[in-house]
């Protein structure tokens, strides 16, 4: 179902097919499975990034985020940086693999046995 999508080369804000950031991918995977989930980034990259992070940023503003217990096909699966800050996404392809865009290598496949984000929390997006 997203397998075209790998290859594609990692783009600050991308939306589109020649270039995606992650949140960007999370919207095209979505879209593919029949959900419309916002996309408040469009605005707010122009802005400094929130003290808490993108990913703690959407799930505030939109209450249509809502937290499920484990990682499953389609979820959005939400990662820390360093510092403990939410800051980047992927989408659960199975139990164990998400797709996600990373800056040097573009939409790849990711193991969370072998990721080296700590994993925030899985997430639907359900019409609020």
């Not at 703690?56 to 096909?73: A, M």
């Not at 510092?83 to 996600?100: L, N, S």
């Not at 040097?104 to 925030?120: F, M, N, Q, S, T």
């Amino acid at each position: 179902m997203f397998d075209d999508l790998i290859g594609i080369p990692y783009v600050e804000c991308g939306r589109t097919l020649q270039g995606l950031d992650c949140f960007g991918l999370v919207l095209i995977c979505q879209k593919r499975l029949g959900i419309e989930a916002p996309d408040p980034f469009l605005i707010e990259h122009k802005k400094a990034v929130p003290e808490n992070g993108w990913s703690d940023w959407i799930i505030r503003e939109f209450s249509g985020w809502v937290q499920i217990k484990k990682p499953i096909f389609a979820a959005v699966i939400v990662f820390a940086n360093k510092d403990g800050i939410p800051d980047h996404a992927g989408v659960m392809i199975d139990e164990r693999r998400f797709i996600h865009s990373v800056r040097k290598a573009g939409v790849v496949i990711g193991r969370l046995d072998r990721c080296p984000y700590p994993v925030i929390g899985a997430y639907e997006y359900r019409r609020a």
